[in-house]
């Protein structure tokens, strides 16, 4: 098949097809998709690896992300310095977990990072508390918010350190079958 | 599979247990090649998926299969450069297999588009019809390639009656009559071509592959589903964690629907918190009654309505003069509009019938919502299925002596139940959702805008595609019908769905709902479609004056009298053997349910010690967590006492454990 672009050489493209779940052109799709978010700053040449990161506020308008409730924490989980700054890779990264073919397990690690918002390796209360606010805002009183949070780490903590470990929600991700559905950016 | 350390501050999570940053590199390096050599010992394919699967950056990805890779060329004997050749043109065309399936995938930007703005939920009804699509497409091209190139052909034309008038549309009499629409349009006789071609034969197997073909899809869909959605469900599940944490639906991409989705989240998390809360109040005796009566009655009332449309419309069809009247003159348009009375009652009766259940549902209580959704599944399945047996017992026990050609009849009734049917899906659409979106918005402010329902819209599939898998024995072009239908139902519903409705409040466990249609599908609709048809082929005797099984006792009498006339040559004599004594001896199924029996009896064994092997295992994850706290603590103790008895000295400043033999003569005194 004859391939004109020059976007990429041959053996890039094939490790990505390697280590995502992406075919060849829906790789080229998204460095498209990848380019048109900051049009100045990512090249169209990526034979030599350039180190471009294109910042989190450009990467959250995205019409994928700009609704989502996480989509500061979701960026901020596949970058590599946690600041939210992605790469080429980290963006193709992203988009691979969050896609339908990705498995359960890995699905279940990237969702902990997402949800661990300060980020030291435990779902702890506070993490809860955040979690529901983003996700309910001004619905609940802060005694319902306390109480919720408090139930969901009383059902799912199995080792009783009152807060979740990866076991735990690992565990609790098992139990729930739309997982897999639910947890799914298309793009 | 071992799996590398999930998180990025590995190594520093090494480093707090006081060891090196060699050391910590050299327990890196081990992991990292005991995980390279697990890779290589898989398959090519496992390889993939798990390369694919490791939970690290893409770079630490790319490196670790480049050297699994050369690992594994290392290994073979073929010279470097072709060797990569060979691999990497393997790859390549297992790619582009894989993205033209995917370019072969319709609608994939439109189920995008409905995902995103409707959820999941609302999503799993759109890809239903898709499957129905292609059970419905691949038996239209089988029919249409086996049976009806060779009738139209080959064999001679029988002309029709009449000519064509703008009824038959609807009625699938008159000018269709006679043609390869129905059965009555093909006769058996044996295509004297090059390799002589057996109408009789094609016409049986054709429709016999197609219903095992189908019947192995559906077992195989079913068993996947149960064991994805419920196989699991080990111990307590649903309350504030998961539907904090798992449910939340990341596809959804609307600001609308996400605001939405967030309403009915909270009011969720409040009713579940109510919930919490009265659980200490138990209900009082008379309330248990209360609510016990009106389920009985409630159950009563719609029983009795199933039962009562049954007789209705078994009276109706057996009423002489409107059911056959026609038969006798062909050219009497009204006694031919007459015969449309039965489907436009039985179309009635599953469009309002179901809102009357659902008004019944209203009056009871149920402590659990998703007992409401699956007892009105049931309720609804009933009705179908026993308007849909009365139907089929009057088609095969009246119907045969009274109508000449009655395969014919049979093929156009159906024809007729599935356009009414149709029809009234388009009147559905406009009337029930347009218009309650009308009333809901501006006249009666209350109501809102009325949701959609997928319970009910899945189950008018599943009685569509029921009556199609009934009519192909019939009527081998009705497909035709079936896949036109789907595809206008598709984009009418997705229209119907963005001007009209909102999605379900109550979204939850829609895999496990899943589960439930597909084996609806499969258990009263493919069965009771597959025993209509075998009990016909079996036992009924075809009609004399048409189709390919003329003058035979009964269809399946062909196999008969072919393998008898493969029984002389040699060659064959083996399939009639086999034939003779295998499939047609009582012993051999005897010995076949035996050994399946036994073997479901090993593998439930089986599956009871594995759920006594999960209990066990989460007793253990709760024991290593006491063990881990208990460790921590104790080391925490001990790190103290060593920064408290120990002095610094410079040499004694690096990473190292610098355990001191004589720490207990360091300890205060008086401890």
Redesign the interface.
Known sequence: MGNKQTIFTDEQLDAYQDCTFFTRKEILRLHGRYHELAPHLVPMDYTNDPDVKVPLALIVNMPELKENPFRNRIVESFSEDGQGNLSFNDFVDMFSVLSEMAPRELKAIYAFKIYDFNVDNYICKEDLEKTLNKLTKEELTPEEVNLVCEKAIEEADLDGDNKLSFADFENMITRAPDFLSTFHIRI | MRRMS??P?HGRALGNLGLSANEIQQEVENKTSELVSDLVNLSARAR??A???L?M???E??RM?NRVNSVKHSKTIIPANCRQQVS?SF??FR??L??AH?YLTIWHDTL?DI??RFG?SVLSYFLFLKWLLKFNLFSLIINFCFITIPQIVHAPNISSVTGFRGLELLTGVGHFNQTVLYYGGYNGEVIASKPVYNMQLAYFFTIAAYLVLCGVSLIYSMSRSFQ???V??????S????R????????????KA?QYN??N??VQ??ES?SE?LQEKDKMSLSDRIKHLSLNILAWLISLGLAVGCSAGIYFLGTDQELAFSFNHNPNDLTAEASTLLLPVVVSLINLIVPLLYSLISKMESYSNPRAKIYIIIVRNIVLKMSILGILCSYWLNIVPEKVSCWESFVGQSVYRLLIFDFIFCLFGIFYGEFLLNVIGTTCIQSLGVPEFDIARNVLDLIYAQTLAWIGIYFSPLLPVIQVLKLFIIFYLKKISLSMNCQPPKHS?????IQTVFIALLFFPSFVGALSMVSFTVWSLKPSDECGPFQGLDTPFHTIFNWTASIQGPPETNWVWWIFENVLRSELFYYLISLIILVITYFLWQITQGRKQLIKIL?QQ??N???D??FLLNKMQNLQKQRRESVSYSPQDYDQTPHFNPNWMNTLPLDM
Do not use: M, Y
């Open positions: 999930v998180f501050q993939f998926q390369i694919r699967s939970p950056a893409f770079d990805r790319k299969r990497r790859r390549r790619a582009g894989a993205s995917r995008k995902g995103g999941t994805k959605n419920f699991l469900e080990t111990g307590p599940v309350g504030g964690a998961w904090l944490l798992c449910s939340w639906d990341f596809s959804v991409v609307n600001e996400i967030k309403n989240l909270a998390l409040k918190l919490r939850g466990r829609a895999a496990q989460r994850i709760v290593e967590g006491k881990k706290a």
